[in-house]
């Protein structure tokens, strides 16, 4: 699967944002999809994930109640609704998947595919 970031941009703090992941192939449904995110000087870190059914969804502590990631199978797509951005939300945000893997794997090194990532700039 290839994937493709978009909606990424900068937003004043308090702000809301809408990221978008666009997958290639037959077989996105198949994918356990997330959202990590890496800041300047900073290791990559899990934000949020949603099973292949869009029926669970896993966040990070620090995003919990502001974020809320969501999917579309039809479309092979999958979104991440970004509201009261905070100035250390500032990150390039990057969209992974894994084929039938397990929600609440945060490390990146268990996504098989990544896309190339979209800079979100929160200003305060």
């Known amino acids: 699967v290839q994937l493709v970031e978009s909606g990424g941009g900068l937003v004043q703090a308090g702000g809301s944002l809408r990221l978008s992941c666009a997958a290639s192939g037959r077989t996105f449904s198949t994918y356990t999809m997330a959202w990590f995110r890496q800041a300047p000087g900073k290791e990559r870190e899990f934000v949020a994930a949603?099973?292949?059914?869009?029926?669970?969804?896993y966040y990070a502590d620090s995003v919990k109640g502001r974020f809320t990631i969501s999917r579309d199978n039809a479309k092979n797509t999958v979104y991440l609704q970004m509201n009261s951005l905070k100035p250390e939300d500032t990150a390039v945000y990057y969209c992974a998947a894994n084929r039938f893997g397990v929600l609440t794997r945060r490390d990146p090194s268990v996504y098989d595919a990544w896309g190339q990532g979209t800079q979100v700039t929160v200003s305060s």
């Open positions: 949603i099973s292949w059914s869009g029926g669970s969804t």
